[in-house]
């Protein structure tokens, strides 16, 4: 989910679409990682620091959506958390409110 919070608001700030079925400006996962490759100098901190760190992230994306032999542990997420937080500028920590939502949820 920290990944997505990230690819969705770097897609947002390029103008790119991310909407399955839209071919026009549509981008992909690893066309987003050529793009924010030209933002190191960009006036806007999150893809700056997207362009940064994305890398890692979109690894720890990669590694819990397809490698299934390796299991993803809660070092994985606080990581995958704390790169989003880094890109994003803010906390994604959860209260306990948000939790129980999240687990009302099905």
């Given at each position: 989910?920290?990944?997505y919070?990230?690819?969705?608001?770097?897609?947002?700030?390029?103008?790119?679409?991310v909407?399955?079925?839209?071919?026009?400006?549509?981008?992909?996962h690893?066309?987003?990682?050529k793009e924010?490759?030209?933002?190191?100098?960009?006036?806007n901190?999150?893809?700056?620091?997207a362009?940064?760190?994305?890398?890692?992230?979109?690894?720890?994306?990669?590694?819990?959506d397809y490698n299934?032999n390796?299991?993803?542990?809660?070092?994985?997420?606080?990581?995958?958390l704390?790169?989003?937080e880094?890109?994003?500028?803010i906390?994604?920590?959860?209260?306990?409110?948000?939790?129980?939502k999240l687990?009302?949820?099905?």
């Amino acid at each position: 989910m920290a990944y997505y919070a990230v690819y969705h608001t770097c897609a947002r700030l390029l103008q790119k679409e991310v909407e399955e079925g839209k071919l026009q400006g549509r981008i992909s996962h690893r066309g987003l990682i050529k793009e924010l490759s030209d933002c190191k100098k960009a006036t806007n901190p999150i893809l700056r620091n997207a362009s940064e760190r994305y890398d890692g992230l979109f690894a720890l994306r990669v590694k819990a959506d397809y490698n299934l032999n390796i299991c993803i542990n809660a070092g994985h997420a606080d990581d995958a958390l704390e790169k989003a937080e880094a890109i994003l500028g803010i906390s994604l920590e959860q209260t306990s409110s948000a939790l129980e939502k999240l687990h009302r949820v099905k």
